[in-house]
């Protein structure tokens, strides 16, 4: 303790000095003492410290200022109440100051001191709480000083979020303080009342709550003056998103105000109307039901309201879109400046409400779809880009409440149906409308297609099918454009991943040749992320130019080698990211799967490549995966040339404390054995028989599973080599046999393993 005093009293002499060095540095050493957990205080270097700290604030240094103020922040911890409430008095009687700067950090710090006031110390907080709502009401009610105004509105919001329950018997005169500043000719000041209105009646009680709303409703049907109106709209969609449980019995009173408002000729009128409707459908969703259907009519209204443009050519043929287009530009410019247009914001507004009503009314689905879904499809061709990324948002939340959903109730699934029937026949209007933004200048506008695009085909596989010679210019275009950023050609790949997923083979042959340039392309990328998401495109697209499930007479061989080629300059490659490592080990394993019938001597290129990931730590596992698959290959690959070296670095996996790199590796010699078994020699079997014992146990019983399916398919294919090892994993086998926990998949292992052994038991007659 005299320790610490001493040290802190070396700081205070340091702060007093004249240099602004000295004093910055020893405020800087002092704030570093209070954030440690450990240090105590006694009386005196309490008085102390709080003295200098509130004297360093009005220092000529702004450096040194606030290194005070954030000094505050720790103390408040470190002191006892009394100290904390001479803190607070002194910052209060400060924002009364004639000096701005003493002012404004004064203001800071008692917004540091709120904040760092710790709930559970409710007497502190209460102390403290009565102490400064007194002072910033009256600071509030005076309306001369517009600037202390604004900083204790800031700080009542906050006192109010914090400790509004504190401050019950404040809660009139703060809200006597608050409603005259609603109708502030200053809009900052309404905005921060507004706030602080908000968080106020989260707290108060009913009686207090019903005033307000009555004082609102009042004033909303005098409609002295538009500029009030909103300000007492804005309002009640503020308490509405802070407490909208209690707002929404008023909602009968409140609804053919805000809706008359809503049909005025004022752009901002409008916009702070259809703000307050999102308001009441997210936050009172039972008692805005009766207006939901009137909501939506608005909503689609004015989603569609643009006064100041012409887009009546749309229908034209390009060409024509194309000159009408400069001849209306041209004449638009000349009429209205975008800068005085305020009609995208009303579209937002609109775009947002009915995301909120989609999002939240799953039962109206099919009305959605035949009222709302082919408005929004409308409007694609927005004009304002964040109106559009809206409008985008808008129609992805209605295709995510359409993904089917597994049930098990076939009326539900008829309920379904109708939905997605719905969708599928809009389709074709919804690729219509995307034609031309998928080569739009605008990145964003092309990442909002790319992304409605592939919640489309996921919630509606195949739907594209028919229109893939539309979408796959746009592909090339963002893949291909020089000036395309990094983003976009992530997301254009992601896109074109799903697309390839969830649609046959044959829809993309004809296009083979537009896609493979591009995408072999976007693997050389120098940025890892493009790289990656290539590969993962290329092993889907291999699979497309040649499905092994199906006997298509489609000549894969001319991109064989271009796709090849990438993948192998990525595989060999050591100085690249993990991400793009994992990846290219998973695309060539794919090549190799689907075409190593056609890639004759480059396959002693490439496989031994895998058993130098297999013996790296950080690859292995992509690599034990990417063996399997290749193994697993109906083409029979011959890996011969590998087998006698990967058995035994297989085998070694099964000792590793790592579960999944078991699993991987005893499926891995599971495929192995069954397609490759003639190959192996008894030494090879041997290796792993050994590791088996130790895997069947009930303490694992995925593992055991797998290794007994792993010990069939060596009785089947190599029986000779079983009998000498088998007795230290049959004892194992007959305990795991009498566990209760053997059920399910395991006791199917535990069968078909008895059942494929049973010419073997004479060989095993050693048992009792």
Request: charged share 25%; aromatic share 6%.
């Amino acid at each position: 303790m005299a320790s610490v005093s001493f040290h802190i009293a070396n700081l205070l002499e340091k702060m007093t000095s004249s240099d602004k060095d000295f004093r910055f540095m020893a405020t800087n050493d002092l704030m570093t003492e209070l954030q440690k957990d450990s240090i105590k205080l006694d009386d005196d270097s309490e008085r102390k410290v709080v003295k200098m700290l509130l004297k360093l604030l009005e220092d000529k240094n702004g450096e040194v200022q606030n290194l005070a103020v954030k000094c505050l922040g720790p103390l408040v911890n470190k002191v006892k109440d009394v100290q904390v409430e001479t803190i607070v008095d002194t910052l209060c009687s400060n924002m009364l100051s004639d000096k701005e700067q003493l002012r404004d950090i004064s203001s800071i710090g008692l917004k540091t001191v709120i904040s760092e006031l710790a709930p559970t110390s409710t007497a502190l907080a209460a102390s403290i709480c009565q102490k400064i709502t007194g002072r910033l009401t009256n600071a509030i009610s005076k309306q001369e000083d517009v600037p202390v105004q604004l900083e204790a509105l800031d700080i009542l919001s906050d006192l109010l979020s914090r400790f509004g329950s504190l401050l019950v018997k404040f809660h009139s005169s703060i809200q006597h303080a608050l409603l005259p500043q609603l109708a502030s000719p200053r809009l900052a000041v309404r905005k921060r009342a507004i706030i602080a209105i908000a968080h106020l009646v989260m707290s108060c009680n009913n009686s207090l709550f019903t005033e307000l709303l009555e004082f609102l409703l009042t004033e909303l049907a005098r409609n002295q003056s538009t500029s009030t109106t909103r300000t007492y709209i804005q309002c009640l969609g503020g308490i509405t998103r802070q407490a909208g449980h209690r707002i929404g019995e008023h909602l009968e009173k409140i609804m053919p105000l805000i809706i008359k408002y809503s049909r005025q000729d004022d752009d901002e009128l409008r916009e702070f109307c259809i703000q307050a409707f999102e308001s009441f459908v997210r936050r009172c969703p039972k008692d805005v039901s009766l207006h939901i259907n009137t909501i939506i009519s608005i909503c689609l209204q004015y989603l569609v309201y643009d006064p100041n443009y012409n887009y009546d050519d749309e229908e034209l043929g390009d060409s024509m879109d194309m000159d009408d287009d400069d001849e209306d530009g041209g004449g638009a410019s000349d009429e209205y400046s975008d800068d005085d247009d305020m009609s995208w914001k009303v579209r937002r507004a609109s775009a947002k409400c009915l995301a909120a009503i989609i999002s939240t009314r799953h039962e109206m689905l099919r009305d959605f779809y035949a009222t709302v879904s082919p408005a929004l499809i409308q409007r694609f061709k927005e004009r304002e880009e964040n109106v559009k990324a809206d409008i985008f948002f808008a129609y992805i939340t209605l295709l995510k409440q359409t993904k089917p959903t597994v049930v098990q109730d076939p009326d539900a699934m008829e309920l379904e149906e109708g939905p997605v029937m719905q969708l599928t026949s809009q389709v074709p209007n919804i690729v219509k409308s995307m034609h031309k933004l998928l080569k739009d200048r605008s990145v964003k506008t092309r990442q909002g297609c790319f992304s409605l695009l592939s919640e489309l085909v996921q919630v509606l596989p195949g739907a594209l099918k028919d229109h893939v010679s539309v979408i796959i210019p746009g592909v090339q275009f963002s893949l291909g454009d020089r000036n395309s950023s990094s983003n976009i050609k992530i997301d254009t790949l992601s896109f074109v991943n799903v697309l390839l997923v969830t649609h046959c083979p044959v829809v993309f042959h004809q296009h083979v040749d537009a896609l493979v340039p591009p995408i072999v392309a976007a693997i050389g990328d120098p940025f890892y992320k493009i790289a990656s998401e290539a590969l993962l495109v290329t092993q889907q697209l291999v699979k497309v130019i040649r499905p092994l499930d199906l006997k298509l007479d489609f000549d894969f061989r001319p991109y064989l080698v271009n796709i090849y080629q990438s993948t192998l300059a990525r595989l060999t490659a050591t100085d690249i990211d993990q991400e793009v490592k994992e990846r290219a080990i998973a695309c060539m394993a794919q090549i190799i799967c689907n075409m190593g019938d056609s890639l004759g001597t480059e396959l002693s290129v490439c496989l031994p490549i895998f058993l130098e990931r297999l013996k790296n730590e950080i690859t292995r596992l992509t690599a034990v995966k990417s063996v399997t698959l290749i193994a697993a290959s109906p083409l029979q690959i011959n890996l011969t040339p590998i087998l006698r070296e990967c058995v035994p670095i297989l085998a070694s996996f099964l000792r590793k404390n790592h579960r999944a790199l078991r699993l991987s590796t005893l499926q891995c010699l599971d495929v192995l054995v069954k397609n490759y078994g003639q190959s192996m020699s008894p030494s090879m079997i041997d290796e792993v028989m050994k590791e088996l014992s130790s895997l069947i146990s009930e303490n694992d019983l995925h593992v055991s599973q797998l290794s007994l399916a792993l010990l069939t398919s060596i009785c089947q294919s190599s029986p000779t080599s079983v009998s000498g090892v088998m007795k230290d994993i049959l004892p194992q086998i007959l305990v795991l046999i009498r566990s209760p926990l053997l059920q399910g998949s395991p006791l199917q292992a535990m069968m078909e393993f008895f059942s494929g052994s049973c010419g073997l038991w004479e060989q095993w007659c050693w048992l009792p």
